[in-house]
């Protein structure tokens, strides 16, 4: 089940690549926002650094690395990243079973700072159907790969899965409630902008059926972060 609480539905992808950037985002937004998310470009620029600040402000992480490696490799990073104390971590589906397993019983085996959630990563969005056929050689539709991802994780004892706004709803009928699904995409106003093709309300998203909305750059990129951040967790609500 979701959170109860809709501080606790919002995650912030702290998409900068300075230190000094994410404290100051996390400074204004640490009253309002639980979970932040730090992924390939902070992590790659800070360290565990980026880490330690949220923990340090009493936040949680999401730490969006998308782990796709051998079985022995991804269990290692896990390890590790419940040692920094992340409370959810990502992996690529297409790693197969096999790494599926080996990251869920990894996580499984961190005690003092409790278990993280494994999410996997089914399709990149940025993958459409030509790219899906031609490029990568995989003949299904793009939801019905997506599906078959979930399930594998699920099967292979993961918590949930990371999936866009229009993934939402078959997911739901497949898996049911007891499946963590994350979703970014989200836009306040729902029309899209930037690079964000699919795009949902952050009440719509919810609707559909996500626990956890993913937000960047509608809150980071706002001239009042706290501003944008209240407005997206009145929606919530
Ligand atoms: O700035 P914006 O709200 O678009 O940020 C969305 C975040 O969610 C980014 O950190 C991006 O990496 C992540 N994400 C995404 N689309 C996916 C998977 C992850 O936008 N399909």
Redesign the pocket.
């Known amino acids: 089940m979701p959170p109860a609480e809709a501080r606790d539905r919002l995650i912030v ?1 702290l ?1 900068v690549d300075s230190l000094a950037r994410a404290e100051e985002l996390v400074t204004a937004l640490a009253p309002l926002v639980t979970t932040f ?1 730090v ?1 390939g470009p902070l992590f790659t620029a800070a360290g565990p650094a980026a880490v330690e600040l949220v923990r340090k402000r009493g936040g949680k992480v999401f730490l ?1 690395l998308k782990y796709h490696d051998i079985p022995a490799a991804v269990a290692g990073a896990v390890r590790g990243a419940a040692r920094l104390g992340v409370a959810m971590l990502t992996v690529h589906a297409s790693g197969g079973s096999a790494m599926l397993r080996a990251a869920a019983e990894a996580a499984g085996e961190s005690r003092a700072e409790g278990r993280p959630l494994v999410l996997a ?1 089914t399709l ?2 940025s993958l459409d159907r030509r790219a899906l056929h031609r490029e990568l050689r995989i003949p299904a539709t793009e939801e019905a790969q997506v599906l078959h991802l979930a399930q594998l994780a699920r099967e292979a004892g993961c918590d949930g899965c ?1 999936a ?1 706004p229009r993934e939402l709803q078959p997911l739901r009928r497949l898996l049911g409630r007891d499946w963590v699904v994350v979703t ?3 836009r306040p106003e729902a029309v899209a902008g ?1 690079d ?1 093709a699919r795009v949902a309300s952050p009440e719509a998203a919810i609707a559909a059926g996500a626990d956890y909305l ?5 809150i980071t990129a706002a001239p009042d972060p706290a501003k944008a951040a209240a407005g997206i967790l009145e929606a919530i609500r």
């Open positions: 992808a998409d998310k992924g969006d990563v990149l969005t990371v866009s970014p995409g989200i930037d964000q993913v937000v960047g750059r509608p």
